[in-house]
């Protein structure tokens, strides 16, 4: 069985930072395209940034240069690094893998305000 655990979510001020944590079972995610998605409140979910298995990365242009996606291979872990943090990334922030299959993580909230 697949799990795909997200954590580091929660409430930070505008311009503060969080890191989130992406934890597999079941898969390898070294092995898999990674990725983190938001979907903010009556928005479409949309892809902030991915790693594939040769480490390459793919950010959305609104986050380029704030965030930064990593991968902990002894982990099994994927980590997404915010900064400069604004309130349009107040979204809950999804987990993605992607190989032969697809699985999705339950979501973290992330909340920038004063």
């Known amino acids: 069985q697949v799990q795909l655990v997200e954590s580091g979510g929660g409430l930070v001020q505008p311009g503060g930072s969080l890191r989130l944590s992406c934890t597999a079972s079941?898969?390898?995610?070294?092995?898999?395209?990674m990725g983190w998605y938001r979907q903010a409140p009556g928005k479409q979910r949309e892809l902030v940034a991915d790693i594939i298995s040769a480490g390459s990365t793919n950010y959305a242009d609104s986050v380029k240069g704030r965030f930064t996606i990593s991968r902990d291979n002894a982990k099994n872990t994927v980590y997404l690094q915010m900064s400069s943090l604004n309130p349009e990334d107040t979204a809950v922030y999804y987990c993605?893998?992607?190989?032969?299959?697809?699985?999705w993580g339950q979501g973290t909230l992330v909340t920038v305000s004063e």
């Open positions: 079941g898969i390898i995610v070294s092995m898999h395209k």
């Open positions: 993605h893998a992607r190989r032969q299959f697809e699985y």
